[in-house]
């Protein structure tokens, strides 16, 4: 777990935010998937937006197609 709450902007949260996750993600590609779970719906199209992902959230419309591509790996 990280602690970001020493961060005084929201931009560099978010900076520093994108930036750990892409790493996570360079560490399993090819054996494994990322889900990144947040509070805000907003701040999830943010982060999935910078990283050229889907967003996926309980009641969306078409979830069941973003669903499946995230399962046989598609973005």
């Not at 992902?53 to 046989?72: A, E, H, P, Q, S």
Request: proline residues 0%; positive net charge.
């Amino acid at each position: 777990m990280v602690d970001i709450s020493e961060f005084g902007r929201k931009a560099e949260k978010e900076k520093f935010i994108i930036a750990l996750i892409k790493k996570k993600v360079r560490d399993i590609e090819g054996v494994g998937k990322v889900v990144v779970y947040y509070n805000l719906m907003e701040k999830v199209e943010i982060i999935a937006g910078a990283l050229g992902y889907n967003t996926f959230y309980y009641n969306m419309v078409g979830k069941k197609v973003i669903l499946d591509d995230f399962r046989i790996g598609k973005r």
